[in-house]
């Protein structure tokens, strides 16, 4: 017995491979659904193009062989009969056609491209029809103008396949990307805004057909699409391109169909006479249709959308015969969106730069087989730029993907759905809204009002200061405790050993107590600085005989529904994030290797007993107690700092590291000497950011222990013209920092 309705989404995977219905994507799909299994006696799949509706009868004769007949009920031909029918959409939508089944007929109906079912034609099938299962499939299941294709499917989405699940799974053919730098001309660099001149320059064709020739294709017979900016830039190029020898066509939305598909007939052809070169497009060929043959793709616009960035790649990701890969030519210029490039090319919809930074310094690393991801020096320099330089999250942003979602799921949806859809990375509301709760309350008004100002205030430190993903014992104490309302530190410590590992010392349990409590966090006060706990008088926890407990105050909080389910929400997120960028291999003491820390949480994860002020840490600070030491260097300075700040701190290799104290500072100044006599038990961590333009977080490098006998006092200028007084130190790492890291923190930042 089938049931319900289901929508198919393949969302960020080209059309390519549904619309082909090759014997392995047959079978997968057939799989996935059952449709064997539940052996529908009558079956209908609709489709928009015929040749589509050949092509999957053909797939699904190769898996059901003559168990079942098959038929096609298009245009002049109606196989009424058969067991398993294929039709278009025009064909069965007509009054005359539809009226020959009952309601009733079919068992199963598959509709392809649904997120079209807002049309009339579609509408007309969807209230006809009455199947026990009906299924639907689109590329593109949000949808923005105005029709709810999950209501229409009762929010049911059966599967979901993304670019790199199909490469995965083989659907695809493996590629090879490489981000070129587009041409600078007489000091003018290609940007959104350049003029068409430059776009046709002699000097930058030269540069197209130089890179086209080198990167070349599979087998050196190329196939391939330029995706341009204008119809006007793809009409020159093509025109520019056949003065040199080449032969190729310029297709626009004005082409007639029979133009487009001799062009791609030609493109295909093995006939000297015939063959094309190059097809050059704007955005006809992002989707629905079907070149297998294609073996290089050159992209000679800004990426303005990730979705269309993909579509176009997946143009000449088809398998064919004799074809190994498809060979894609980036040209990267001076554009404002090109950190869409890795969201795009790494399918991570997060929003989150530590991400996509981490994956540019990747390189293939992340992308699944044998497909390669390469970036020339510059180029890759611009993305990093333009990652640093987008603002993630701009309201209108952060709104779409939230109603987006909203519209997918048919509620409010919390920050773990964001994380099971793969959707943008829900911490970006929190740091937008000061807590999740904030920024939905503003969309929804059954939210606003709901919850005391304490509440509010509450969800706001608890997604900043316990959930933010860093440390994980307060998130696994509070979540134990809205469990139980107590727990022994004893199970404590066994949970977070049988997880992850590692022993909890008493000093930490202490730490986090504190912080849940919200002690070592604070504020200005009547120009004093108090602790959080004091400002508002909150009381969270209570220990005593080693048992952590919830106070009588904060149980009646959890009283409060939706207080109660933000809070748990937030604290789930944490657990599944801190879960994803764990590695016991890299973790040590609380820190995990390359991992990005605020200030704040350093001084936390070192279990300070409050959140030392800023200005008396600059550039390292020693605990009182002379047990840590921890070490903040920006790498790249600011030139308008002030000079007693221009330390020359960096890595003298993977191994060593220097760096010079505070100014005024001789051999026998107090933090000096507590360094120097590191062996009494000082652990120095070492944190390190590229460049303000980055971040106000540093990446966790490691321990580092000072190399005896190498401390030296020397001078460096005041601004002033004189010197002041500066020890310089070198340190031995404990642990050689990655190449991958250690070269994009080194690299030039300008």
């Known amino acids: 017995m089938y049931r319900g309705r289901q929508v198919l989404s393949f969302k960020c995977l080209q059309h390519t491979i549904l619309k082909t219905y090759q014997d392995k994507v047959g079978k997968t799909f057939l799989s996935a659904f059952d449709v064997k299994e539940v052996n529908p006696k009558k079956f209908l799949f609709i489709v928009h193009r015929a040749n589509i509706a050949k092509a999957a009868m053909k797939s699904f004769i190769n898996v059901f062989g003559t168990s079942k007949t098959m038929g096609m009920y298009y245009g002049n031909i109606k196989e009424i009969e058969a067991d398993y029918l294929f039709s278009t959409i025009q064909t069965i939508s007509k009054d005359g056609n539809l009226n020959k089944f009952d309601k009733n007929y079919f068992d199963y109906i598959v509709i392809d491209e649904t997120h079209r079912a807002g049309a009339a034609s579609y509408q007309k099938i969807l209230n006809h029809f009455q199947p026990k299962f009906l299924l639907g499939m689109t590329a593109t299941p949000e949808r923005t103008d105005g029709f709810d294709i999950f209501k229409e499917f009762d929010y049911n989405i059966a599967y979901e396949i993304r670019l790199h699940r199909a490469l995965e799974e083989k659907m695809l053919c493996m590629f090879h990307y490489f981000g070129v730098t587009d041409i600078t001309i007489n000091g003018n660099v290609l940007g959104e805004d350049v003029t068409f001149n430059l776009l046709i320059a002699k000097e930058r064709v030269d540069r197209i057909i130089e890179k086209a020739e080198f990167y070349g294709s599979d087998n050196g017979c190329t196939r391939g699409l330029i995706f341009c900016s204008s119809v006007e830039e793809s009409n020159e190029l093509s025109n520019l391109f056949n003065e040199r020898g080449y032969n190729t066509v310029s297709l626009s939305g004005k082409s007639s169909e029979d133009e487009r598909s001799d062009a791609i007939k030609n493109l295909e052809s093995d006939t000297e006479t015939e063959k094309l070169d190059y097809i050059f497009t704007v955005d006809i060929f992002n989707e629905g249709i079907d070149i297998p043959r294609v073996n290089q793709i050159i992209m000679l616009r800004p990426t303005q959308s990730a979705i ?328 790249h300075k600011d030139e308008n700092i002030s000079a007693t700040t221009k330390y020359n701190d960096g890595f003298i290799n993977n191994y060593e590291f220097e760096m010079m104290s505070k100014s005024k500072r001789t051999l026998k100044s107090p933090d000096v000497v507590t360094i120097a006599n590191y062996k009494s038990g000082l652990r120095i961590p070492l944190f390190i950011k590229k460049s303000n333009g980055e971040s106000n977080d540093f990446y966790y490098m490691g321990e580092i222990t000072p190399k005896d006998g190498s401390m030296e006092q020397t001078t460096m200028p005041d601004g002033k013209g004189k010197h002041v007084s500066v020890v310089k130190m070198r340190f031995l790492m404990n642990q050689p920092v990655e190449n991958s890291i250690y070269e994009y923190l080194t690299g030039e930042n300008d």
Request: proline letters at 2%.
């Open 308 to 635: 269309i960035f993909v579509q176009q790649l997946g143009r000449g990701l088809r398998k064919a015969a004799n074809k190994e890969y498809v060979t894609i030519i980036d040209f990267i210029g001076n554009y404002q969106n090109s950190y869409l490039v890795p969201i795009a090319l790494y399918g991570n919809d997060s929003y989150n730069k530590d991400t996509l930074r981490k994956l540019m310094v990747s390189g293939s690393l992340f992308i699944p087989g044998a497909s390669t991801v390469n970036f020339d020096r510059i180029a890759r320099k611009r993305i990093l730029e333009s990652i640093d330089n987008s603002n993630m999250q701009l309201k209108k942003d952060l709104v779409k993907d939230y109603e987006l979602l909203k519209f997918k799921l048919g509620k409010i949806p919390m920050m773990m759905d964001f994380i099971e859809h793969g959707s943008r990375d829900p911490q970006l509301y929190v740091d937008y809204s000061r807590s999740y709760f904030n920024f939905a309350a503003i969309q929804e008004e059954n939210l606003q009002n709901i919850l005391s100002k304490t509440e509010v205030k509450l969800l706001e430190l608890f997604s900043n200061e316990i959930a933010n993903t860093k440390r994980i014992e307060e998130v696994i104490i509070l979540s134990f405790l809205l469990k139980n309302e107590s727990i022994k530190i004893e199970k404590i410590k066994a949970a977070v050993f049988e997880k992850y590992g590692v022993s909890v010392d008493r000093v930490t349990i202490e730490s986090c107590i504190r912080n849940i409590n919200f002690q070592f966090v604070t504020e200005k006060e009547n120009n004093k600085i108090i602790s959080i706990k004091d400002k508002y008088n909150l009381n969270i926890v209570s220990c005593s005989d080693e048992v952590i407990s919830f106070t009588e105050e904060f149980k009646l909080l959890l009283k409060n529904e939706t207080f109660f389910s933000f809070l748990i929400d937030m604290l789930s997120y944490s657990g599944v994030i801190y879960d994803k960028l764990f590695n016991p291999g890299k973790y040590i003491k609380g820190f995990v290797l390359y991992r990005k820390y605020s200030r704040k949480d350093a001084f936390r994860i070192l279990n300070w007993e409050q959140n030392p002020v800023a200005q008396n840490v600059g550039g390292y600070i020693v605990s009182s107690d002379k047990t840590n030491c921890p070490i903040f260097v920006t790498y």
